[in-house]
Structures are given as C-alpha cells and as structure tokens.
C-alpha cells in the first residue's frame, strides 16, 4: 500500500474545483504567492502522511507569518511546502472512494467535519454514476437540506459536486492499483465546494 | 428444458435417499414430493432398493428425469451426483449439508461435484439447501423439506439464500394469505446462485413479485443487471441480512469505511429498482401490498381514519417515509361536514369518527377517495365495526381505482369487505403506511428508463 501525497492526490484528480494553491520550492516562491492571494493562507508539509498529527499544518498566516515557519515545515515533509488559500467554510463533506469486494469501485459523499464518524451521514454510489443518481443519493442524506440551502444559503453547486464525484470514480475505474480514494474535507463556502485536501491509496 | 426450468417446472423427478424411516430428511422429501401435488413421474433412490411409501426404489437412476432431489449423508453425496449426471438430468438440487459451511475441505468438494454435474450438462443447486417449492397446473411441487406449505398460489416468488427464512416465508404466507409461485433455496450456491435464479423469475410468467433474501453478492454487477431488467418488468424485495456486521466494520474514520459495504448495497439497490425492506416484517409487508397491485402510486396520501391516536401515528409514519398528507380540498370537507359529526377531523388525517351515523359512511368515504389531492388511501379503524364503512371502502376503492392498504384492529366486518376487496391488511398503522409506501416505490423514476 502507497499514500500519494497530497499534491500528488490532487494531481491524479485532475480538474476538480480546488482552493488556490501551489507547491513552493522556497520561502521566497512561497511568501511571493500568498502575497497574489491577497489574505490568510494555510501552509502544509509536503509528503509525509498524518501531516495535520505530526505539527505540518499551520493556519491564517500572513506572508510574514508563512516565511517564518516555511523552513521547518519544509523540513518535516520533502522539502517544499504547499500554500494555500485559507478557505472558511460553511459546512464540510467528504466525497471517497472504494473498491466493494461485492460491488466493485463506488463512491461515498458525506457529511464531514468534527461530528462526521459520530452522525456517519453518508450516502454510497456505484462507479461511474449515472445522471441523476448522485442527486437521489444526496436526497437520502439526512443532511439533505443543508446541501438544498439551508436559511437561506444558496445550494451546494451540483455540477461542481458532480465534478468531484466523477474525477473519483474516474481514479477507480481507470486503475486498478488505486485502492482508496478520500477528498476530505471538501469545503463548502457559498455553495461552492472546494477539494482542500485529498489521499489517493494505491496497491 | 433450461436447468432452471427443470429446478421449478419438472416433468419427472429422483429422491435420492428416499429412505422408509420417517425421521429421516430424505422420507420427508420423498413424502413431500408424492404428496404435494406433483403429477409427474417420481423415481425414489436407495442403495438397499427397499420400498418407500408403497412404491419400490432403485439402487440407481438410469434413465434421465428433470431433476434430482438429494438427500442423502454428505459422503454419498459426490456418488448420488455423478449418478444423476450419468443418467442424464438436467438439474439437480442438494439438501445435504456438510459441505463449504464446515470448512475448505468441504468447498473443495462443492468445487468437484460443480465440475462432475458441468462436465455432464447438468446443473447444481445446493448443497445445503431447503430446496424447491413450486406452483404447477395441478397443484404444488414441494421438492423441499418443508411439510407445511403457503395456503394459496398467487404472485410471490421467493429466492434465499437461506433455508429457514423460507419457512418464515411460507409461514406468513399462510397467515396472511398470501399467493405464492415459486421457493427456491440456493444453500451454499456452489453452482446455481441467486442472480441466475432472479433472472429466471424476471421471464416467469407465474411470478408477478419477487422477493430476495440476501447475506451477500458473489458477483454484485450482476446481480444489479439482473435485477434492473427484472424490476422493469416486476418489482423486486430485497431483504439484505448483515447488514450491521458492516456498520461494526466501520470504526476506521475514512468515508468509504463508514457505512461499510451495506452503503454499496444500497446503491446497488438504488441503480437496479429494488426495494430494500428494512426487517423481515417490513419485507412481508412490501411483498403483501405488491402482492394486491404492482400498479404505481403517487406519493399523495389520505390517511381516512375513525380512531384519532393511531390515524396521527400513520400520519407520521407517512411524513418519515416522504410521503404528502395534503388537506381534502374544500368541497370534499364540506361534503365530510354534511355526513359526520361536527368535531369530525376535516384535515388529514380525515377523521370521520366512531360517532358517524353509519348510513353516512359510503358517502363520506366515497369523498375523501374522490378527492383530486390525493393518490390513495390508508383506512385506519380500530375497532369500529360497521359494515358501512367497509362496504363504503370497498366500494369507493373499486370505483376510484386508488390504491389503498389498511389497519384494521378487532372490527371482523370490516376486515371481511377489505379482505374480500383485495385491500392489503397489515398489523398496525405505521406498517399500513410502509405497505402503501411500496407502490410509490415501484413508480418510474426519472433517471431510469421506463420499464
């Protein structure tokens, strides 16, 4: 079994909606891009797995804030250091992917955040999906209306989700190696949801 | 003749292990056989060729017959196999256990018999299985062990891969009254599985529902294929067992272990049709509403009650189920106001009241059925047994065409004109609604072509 990094992951997904970010080589390449972000940024150790546990993830840095811990953090992980936008988001969900030993590759979408083992919100397609299904799927959630618009807040946007729930059914089906597929969190800020981070697991 | 066709329609059937102790299994199917209803030829087989139930057995086959029965000491089990192979059956159903269930020595010999009856053209079903049960012209052919059988013959097939749900199955049949076709217990499924049984029951013209009792998928694509093509034509029940063993599984804290695989059932079930019965009384239930009508139902509900309480758990047994309780419109409530009590309910539930002059009943109830708003009816009467009501349900049912299902607690006449009616009656309000539920279920959905 092989972890891809998260820079990796995200790059075997393809073109799925994502923060802005780039993987810097550099205080210097690091500091000048959170500074076109123009606001907080989240600065991420590149590489190790259990990145969050081991102290490589740090939160809302200014681009001063960001050139003083990007040589430890470099330093955790391969020596580059992931920059991102800081998004705060609405509500989370996960989208995964598994290979069933009855029914082969499906896709997961729920709910995440803190509570998500303790509410096990979630909702189960057969890879591919076919039209339609992923929003029958989402109807049975019991967060439903939280993806409808809740209080008014505008609607979890379905082609962006579907984007993301076909660029992992696209992984399982397209290689056989991949064993596991876990986009989490996926943020929602207004409706938009964005894959902030992501675990591909080969064989 | 397919070896299915052999398994459920048999022209001439072999019992091997008929044997004259009547505490034997293989005397109890042979006893079965003869005395089910089975019109065709019956070969008993015995090493000692003693006579069984007045008529003499053979040592060995033969000569070809459909299907042998086999029944017989796991040992001697590979040997009765290859004899029926060699006499040229088309299919032959294993009752004996001892095999995969005890462990890799006994699925290696599953493997080996597979390959024996294969080699010969013949098909396995079993081993470790209840057998078959199946409604022919002249009456029931009761290839199993079971002694006592469903009542009535009617639309319910049942496919297991259990053998003792199959006797809770012919049990409720019986109590409800509920017809059935065919029984086929697939055991060990070391040849035969249950996809390619679902199958043969899509194209069975005896089979109007189906019902499927599940531990697992050998190949889940499959048998989503299968049951797709079957639901386009009939609707399919799924009774899914183990499903919390998955759910145990899910401690890891990544998404795809968090429901464990029953989530991948469920979309199995999703993409192929299929109405997943949430425990065995509910998968009884869905088989009994089904069982009355496979039309389709809109989700609109009237929930026509005399009793306050139990109509308001049906109504909300019927919003947890996502179905519409919109109010009667304004002409059928002045119409309830002219009929029942003036503290009779003109919502929805529409509660007419035990205190409804009984002359008044027809009429009121014909109203609410009339009523454009609403797809169909749920009749909830606890104990208010005036033949008007039921008469007056009937009646409007048959006229208005809507589907309805019922809760009838200690009122015999009103139960006997439902029943009379062909109204599914199920044992309390919340399961009358779950029943209705399913012929909203079996609706054309819009991602799915129309069957």
Same mark, same amino acid.
């Given at each position: 079994m092989a972890a891809l990094s998260e820079w990796e992951s995200k790059l075997a997904l393809g073109d799925v909606p994502r923060p802005r970010e780039r993987l810097t080589a550099t205080a210097a390449e690091a500091v000048a891009f959170a500074r076109t972000l123009g606001g907080p940024v989240v600065a991420k150790a590149s590489g190790p797995v259990h990145k969050t546990e081991r102290g490589g993830v740090r939160t809302r840095l200014g681009p001063e804030g960001l050139a003083s811990v990007w040589e430890e953090l470099a330093a955790l992980g391969d020596g580059r250091v992931l920059v991102a936008e800081q998004v705060e988001a609405d509500y989370e969900l996960i989208v995964g992917g598994v290979r069933d030993p009855q029914f082969g590759p499906v896709v997961s979408v729920g709910l995440g955040g803190v509570a998500a083992e303790l509410l096990r919100d979630v909702t189960f397609l057969l890879a591919p999906p076919r039209p339609g299904e992923l929003e029958l799927a989402l109807a049975e959630l019991r967060c439903a209306p939280l993806l409808r618009g809740w209080r008014g807040a505008p609607p979890a946007d379905r082609a962006e989700l579907t984007r993301i729930v076909a660029a992992v059914s696209r992984l399982l089906e397209e290689d056989e190696e991949v064993v596991e597929v876990d986009c989490n969190p996926v943020m929602v800020r207004g409706g938009r949801p964005l894959v902030v981070d992501a675990l591909v697991v080969r064989r | 003749m397919s070896a299915l066709e052999a398994v459920f329609r048999p022209g001439s059937v072999a019992v091997y292990g008929?044997?004259?102790?009547?505490?034997?299994l293989g005397h109890v199917l042979l006893r079965n056989v003869l005395t089910g209803g089975f019109e065709g030829r019956v070969v008993a087989v015995n090493p000692s060729r003693e006579e069984v139930l007045g008529r003499r057995s053979v040592d060995r086959l033969g000569e070809p017959v459909d299907l042998a029965l086999i029944s017989v000491p796991a040992r001697a089990v590979p040997a009765a196999v290859e004899d029926a192979a060699r006499a040229g059956c088309r299919a032959a159903i294993?009752?004996?256990? %001892? !095999? +995969?269930e005890t462990g890799p020595e006994g699925k290696w010999v599953e493997e080996r018999m597979r390959g024996l009856a294969r080699a010969a053209g013949m098909r396995l079903v079993g081993p470790n299985c209840m057998g078959v049960v199946s409604r022919l012209p002249g009456g029931w052919f009761n290839g199993s062990y079971f002694w006592r059988l469903p009542g009535a013959a009617g639309p319910v097939s049942l496919v297991s891969q259990s053998g003792a749900f199959g006797g809770m199955f012919f049990a409720e049949a019986r109590r409800r009254g509920l017809g059935v076709a065919r029984f086929l217990s697939v055991g060990n499924s070391a040849d035969v599985e249950l996809t390619e049984v679902l199958e043969w029951l899509a194209d069975d013209p005896a089979t109007g529902v189906v019902g499927v009792f599940a531990? %697992?998928?050998?190949d889940g694509r499959r048998f989503v294929a299968a049951a797709e093509r079957c639901t386009a034509r009939k609707p399919v029940v799924v009774l899914k067992a183990g499903k919390q063993a998955a759910g145990a599984r899910a401690a890891a804290s990544h998404t795809g272990s968090l429901a464990g695989s029953h989530g991948a059932a469920r979309a199995a079930f999703r993409r192929a049709g299929v109405i997943e019965a949430v425990d065995s009384d509910h998968f009884f239930d869905l088989l009994s509403a089904l069982a009355a009508s496979t039309v389709p139902a809109g989700p609109s509900l009237a929930v026509l009650t005399i009793s306050g309480g139990p109509g308001v758990l049906a109504a909300d047994a019927a919003e947890r189920l996502g179905l519409r309780l919109p109010p009667p419109s304004e002409a059928t409530r002045a119409r309830v106001r002219e009929l029942a009590p003036? !503290?009779?309910? +003109? +919502?929805?539930?529409v509660d007419l009241t035990p205190q409804c002059p009984p002359a008044g009943f027809p009429a009121a109830v014909r109203a609410v059925f009339e009523d454009p708003a609403y797809d169909g009816v749920v009749v909830i009467d606890c104990g208010l047994d005036v033949a008007e009501l039921g008469r007056g349900v009937a009646e409007a049912a048959a006229a208005t065409g809507k589907p309805v299902t019922a809760f009838v607690l200690e009122a015999p006449r009103v139960e006997e004109a439902l029943r009379a009616a062909g109204i599914p009656l199920l044992p309390s309000p919340e399961r009358a609604v779950a029943a209705y539920q399913a012929r909203v279920a079996v609706a054309p959905r819009p991602d799915r072509e129309a069957g």
């Open positions: - | 008929a044997s004259r102790h009547p505490a034997k294993v009752l004996s256990s %001892g !095999f +995969g531990e %697992g998928f050998r003036p !503290f009779a309910a +003109g +919502g929805n539930p």
